[in-house]
């Protein structure tokens, strides 16, 4: 489980386009891609979303 004061000292990046996504890991931040139609076949090591509600889980630590 992350603690609060983890996740202030993060800087998350969330993002649709996964040129942008990964520019943002790029320059040190945490990258989220939102999964839309336009970015379901790139494959990367960054995390994917498909909700907000899985965006905040992911920040918190209750979803890989």
Do not use: T
Not at 26 to 47: F, K, Q, V
């Amino acid at each position: 489980r992350v603690h609060f004061k983890e996740i202030i000292l993060r800087r998350f990046w969330i993002e649709d386009k996964w040129e942008n996504a990964v520019a943002g890991k790029e320059l040190g931040l945490d990258s989220i891609i939102m999964a839309h139609g336009h970015n379901i076949n790139r494959l990367s090591d960054i995390p994917r979303a498909h909700n907000w509600k899985s965006i905040y889980n992911k920040i918190i630590g209750n979803e890989n």
